[in-house]
């Protein structure tokens, strides 16, 4: 740790005298308190990507009537309007018509897991299922046009969640859910339910139209965040597809322009998902660049994190990223682990309070951080709010897997955003999406742009609206709620796998002998860990420090 106290960093950073004088010692946010240039307010950044959740499932109820946002900003929630999704007439309902968005405080809900896949999210936006053959099937069994309208409306009616999660949910459990198990679709937490994410919102900036890339699921949108492209693919099977995704990441960019850079995850999921994702192009990073999480507190109090820190959740054993539970087909749903947010709070919470402690007066430290939270995608939880057109990311733009052509983005997740520029009870109406954090870095650091797709994003320079940073003692103390699921080693171990837990195993899989078949005999999160420490062998990565 740095020989400063406590006390004389933070007289330093009370000092603008003293903040001039340093010098090249700080960087460059130090150097004076009034900065000009918002892209200067920050030097380093953090994020922490969480999965499948919505907005308005997350953060729809942050601000209502009765608690407006301050200074008269808007709000696009779910208090102030009337929000429903109609219930198709072939489910269970003798006495209402359709299911109004409410409040709900069940963790692991929706349980099971909704469709996230393209063909899912197209019901969810238009009420389609074209053709109607495609209605009680999952996605690999789905032909074109993958519910899709002929034309687009100009409005999307957003009111198909409700009638996709009764048709997943025969397909996936073998029979109708009944009133009880498909009204969850429409529940949304209000703040009280997740307190940390609601806090950090309310006491900094959340975004209301942060949209993710792609109206699928997890790794195209993950592939876009750090890539700005997904090399056509819209979905996370078949896995040997991934293979051939080789666009140059914001990660080699960086390497490039000679600023650093780390990837850390949690070293109990064996594989990272970012290198798996674009494991042509990392692998070479990963004995320099790729980290455990639990170096990540040492590093971030030491003041030695690089310029971008992208951060993964724990996925496989006893998983925090906040990701539904999703049973494999026919199975009984109670067999998984429960899939709470509450692990999930923690881990914001955790990331948030080391980034609060940092006080490197060389390094990285809470003055010169810009710590963002959001998520990957929606995973087909309900949102209201209609995506808007994107730019693709080549010109020519190759037609994508299942003809989408990458021309609109994704459903709104939650994203918030904290930083001593930004005033508390910030609200960014502006639309932004998962590439904008990559057009932010090329703007600060004359990286140039990857795809046309980041080119033609808004960067996040519009976040800032203090010229003077706040003090320390203005960031919350945060208290998370206790996680309910409680268990020994070997309970998390013998809980089966959920469908996107084999999805990670699968693009390992794929990687080490060029197939997606995982063998039969893995099913538990053992089996999966097993394979995995089997697939690292195989594929002979090392990590910078595991």
Not at 128 to 142: A, G, H, L, Q
Not at 283 to 312: K, M, W
Not at 331 to 358: A, M
Request: aromatic share 12%.
């Amino acid at each position: 740790m740095s020989k400063f106290s406590r006390r004389d960093f933070l007289k330093i950073a009370g000092s603008s005298v003293a903040l001039g004088t340093l010098g090249s010692t700080f960087p460059s946010i130090l150097k004076n308190k009034e900065v000009v240039n918002n892209l200067d307010k920050f030097e380093y950044i953090v994020v922490l990507m969480m999965e499948n959740r919505s907005f308005d499932n997350v953060l729809g109820y942050l601000y209502t009537p009765d608690n407006p946002p301050p200074d008269g900003q808007q709000f696009e929630g779910v208090a102030y309007r009337n929000l429903s999704n109609p219930i198709p007439p072939y489910a269970d309902s003798s006495f209402v018509g359709s299911i109004p968005v409410y409040k709900d405080s069940i963790m692991n809900n929706p349980n099971p897991d909704p469709g996230e896949e393209f063909p899912h999210i197209n019901t969810s936006f238009f009420g389609t299922v074209i053709p109607d053959s495609n209605r009680f099937k999952t996605s690999e069994y789905m032909t074109a046009p993958f519910n899709l309208p002929d034309t687009l409306p100009e409005v999307y009616p957003m009111k198909g969640f409700l009638e996709d999660y009764i048709n997943n949910f025969r397909a996936t459990q073998g029979r109708m859910p009944d009133y009880f198990e498909y009204k969850i679709i429409m529940s949304c937490f209000p703040p009280q339910v997740v307190p940390v994410i609601s806090t950090l919102a309310k006491e900094f900036a959340v975004c209301d139209h942060w949209h993710c890339s792609v109206p699928s699921q997890t790794f195209c949108n993950r592939s876009f965040f750090n890539s700005g492209a997904s090399a056509g693919f819209v979905s996370n099977s078949p896995y040997p597809q991934w293979i051939q995704n080789t666009q140059e990441t914001i990660f080699q960019r960086l390497a490039k322009h000679n600023k650093t850079w780390k990837i850390y995850f949690d070293h109990r999921d064996i594989l990272p998902m970012s290198l798996m994702i674009h494991f042509s192009t990392l692998r070479p990073y990963a004995p320099t660049n790729v980290c455990s999480f639990e170096h990540f507190q040492e590093d971030c109090l030491r003041g030695e994190l690089p310029q971008y820190t992208f951060i993964e959740p724990r996925l496989i054993f006893a998983h925090n990223d906040e990701h539904p539970p999703s049973p494999l087909i026919g199975e009984d749903r109670w067999s998984i682990f429960p899939s709470s947010v509450v692990p999930g709070e923690i881990l914001i919470n955790k990331v948030y309070n080391i980034i609060k402690q940092s006080e490197s007066p060389t390094g990285n430290n809470w003055m010169n951080t810009l710590f963002i939270i959001t998520y990957d995608e929606a995973g087909g939880t309900y949102d209201h709010v209609q995506p808007p057109v994107a730019v693709a990311p080549y010109d020519p733009q190759p037609p994508g897997e299942m003809g989408f052509d990458f021309k609109r983005l994704g459903v709104r997740v939650p994203t918030v955003i904290v930083s001593p520029y930004i005033k508390k009870g910030t609200v960014i109406n502006q639309s932004l999406t998962h590439t904008s954090v990559i057009k932010t870095m090329s703007n600060k650091w004359g990286l140039g742009n990857l795809t046309r797709r980041d080119l033609n994003s808004p960067d996040l320079s519009n976040i800032f609206n203090l010229t003077q940073m706040r003090q320390l003692d203005t960031y919350p103390e945060i208290t998370p709620r206790q996680d309910s699921v409680q268990g020994d080693k070997e309970f998390f171990l013998n809980k089966n796998l959920t469908e996107f837990q084999r999805d990670i195993i699968g693009i390992a899989y794929a990687h080490a002998y060029g197939n997606g078949n995982l063998p039969e005999s893995v099913k538990t999160v053992k089996d999966g860990m097993s394979l995995l420490t089997e697939l690292l062998k195989i594929l002979k990565v090392s990590f910078l420090c595991s």
